[in-house]
């Protein structure tokens, strides 16, 4: 069946590492894969897209890389900050197919 | 300026009740989305619509009903609520054009049935 699966174990780090979030997915292919955070109680907020032709994509202190072969996605934040607490969500959609698959995101604590 | 609202952001009901959940969107997208978030905080994606037309329909019970008067808004009306039906609900936009179709969200609501 086709899923998507991240770190199901909450992720504690000290402010100013570098925090590791992975989403991998079996029998899809992804045109495209999303990374999202939720804070408590909001909505997810786009971070970043990244292209199934793109290794890597990065924005201020984050990276997102995709290995189609590895059919994995890895998101990194540097510098970590207590402010980035929250869980992140990958997201994927498939070729032309109109919707998102979400994974179940993953919590990280950033402690100070 | 906010992009996604919803209105009511909490909902408490009784079984059996009808209830409607209103969500507006001022970024000029043409896709809205109505997605369930359960306890174990899984996005269900339940609708779509583009320009006013169902593009999505997930397998949701017929008790729910989504109608889109226009493109900048997007309603969830629910029949004979049970208490399976407690959960947030986000309401969400994009463009159908877009690179990837990311998405906004609404803040949400948290309908609880009793």
């Known amino acids: 069946s086709q899923k998507i699966e991240q770190n199901s174990e909450a992720l504690n780090i000290q402010e100013g590492k570098t925090a590791t979030l992975t989403c991998n997915y079996t029998?899809?292919?992804?045109?495209?894969l999303q990374w999202y955070r939720q804070d408590p109680g909001r909505g997810p907020v786009f971070l970043l897209l990244i292209r199934e032709n793109e290794k890597e994509k990065r924005k201020e202190r984050l990276k997102v890389t995709f290995d189609t072969t590895l059919k994995q996605s890895l998101f990194h934040i540097t510098a970590s900050q207590p402010a980035d607490s929250a869980t992140y969500l990958c997201?994927?959609?498939?070729?032309?197919?109109?919707?998102?698959?979400w994974g179940l995101g993953t919590s990280l604590a950033v402690n100070p | 300026d906010t992009a996604v609202s919803q209105t009511p952001k909490y909902l408490v009901t009784q079984m059996g009740n009808d209830k409607s959940i209103k969500c507006e969107q001022n970024l000029g997208h043409d896709t809205m989305y109505w997605y369930k978030q359960d306890s174990k905080k899984f996005l269900k994606i339940m609708f779509s619509y583009n320009n006013k037309e169902l593009i999505i329909n997930e397998t949701v019970p017929n008790r729910f009903s989504p109608k889109s008067p226009d493109k900048a808004h997007l309603n969830l009306h629910i029949n004979s609520l049970e208490l399976g039906d407690s959960a947030v609900y986000f309401c969400a936009s994009s463009h159908m054009t877009g690179v990837g179709y990311e998405q906004y969200f609404g803040p949400g609501t948290r309908l609880t049935v009793t």
């Open positions: 029998n899809y292919s992804p045109a495209y």
């Open positions: 997201a994927l959609r498939a070729g032309n197919n109109r919707k998102l698959i």
